[in-house]
């Protein structure tokens, strides 16, 4: 029911997934963790994301668990495939590009020891901060706790005003912050990258301290 409630309120806005429908979708997983249409739901929400692996990795459990039905299995290698493809193009994109990338990649994790403070429902914020001293963030992306260890991508069509975006930087320095309220605020738990230039092809980023 959950996952057709998911599908439903996505429907009702041209697809989208995120927001109300993504939590549908984590709420059905924590029930059946190998429920056939969540898992799938899942994958197509993180492939909207452009996490691929994270993808790949929630449709190689449906081929699994649908080896009884071979057109759903069929159909998940199909995904699989194309976002493998999505991958090999963004890579061979990646190494032709001359000069600082227009693109952070951040791979985002949960430290251990925060791990009991944290639900899987809790919103997760990464975003990267200009060296320019504003707090207004360069580009930003959310998900849901459930979701880490997980990769995004932030980018320029992320941008909060046209005149303060990421390719505008050399040098950023990306945020991940978990908060239970879903709003920044004292209380949550955050991570940073420390500075870093934007040809980096992959930041960590660590959830491990508590914020002021």
């Known amino acids: 029911m959950l996952a057709d409630y998911a599908d439903a309120l996505a429907s009702a806005n041209n697809g989208d997934l995120s927001g109300a429908p993504q939590q549908a979708i984590d709420d059905a997983l924590a029930i059946a963790p190998d429920q056939p249409k969540a898992l799938a739901l899942a994958g197509s929400a993180a492939l909207d ?7 790949i990795r929630y449709w190689e459990r449906l081929k699994v668990v649908s080896a009884d039905h071979p057109d759903i299995a069929k159909q998940a ?14 890579a061979k994109s990646l190494a032709t590009q001359s000069g600082p990338r227009n693109a952070l990649d951040v791979r985002v994790s949960l430290s251990p020891a925060l791990a009991s403070r944290v639900k899987a429902t809790d919103t997760v914020f990464v975003y990267a901060l200009g060296s320019d001293g504003r707090r207004m963030p360069l580009a930003v992306q959310r998900l849901r706790a459930a979701q880490l260890p997980a990769t995004v991508t932030l980018d320029d069509s992320m941008s909060m005003t046209p005149d303060h975006r990421l390719s505008d930087f050399a040098t950023v ?11 920044v605020q004292p209380g949550d738990l955050t991570g940073t990258s420390g500075p870093v230039t934007r040809d980096r092809h992959t930041v ?5 301290d508590i914020a002021r």
């Open 49 to 55: 994301r452009r996490d691929y692996p994270l993808a």
């Open 77 to 90: 290698q199909k995904q699989i495939d194309d976002a493998l493809e999505l991958v090999a193009k963004r």
């Open 173 to 183: 320095r990306v945020v991940a912050r978990a908060s239970a309220s879903g709003k």
């Open 204 to 208: 960590d980023v660590v959830i491990a």
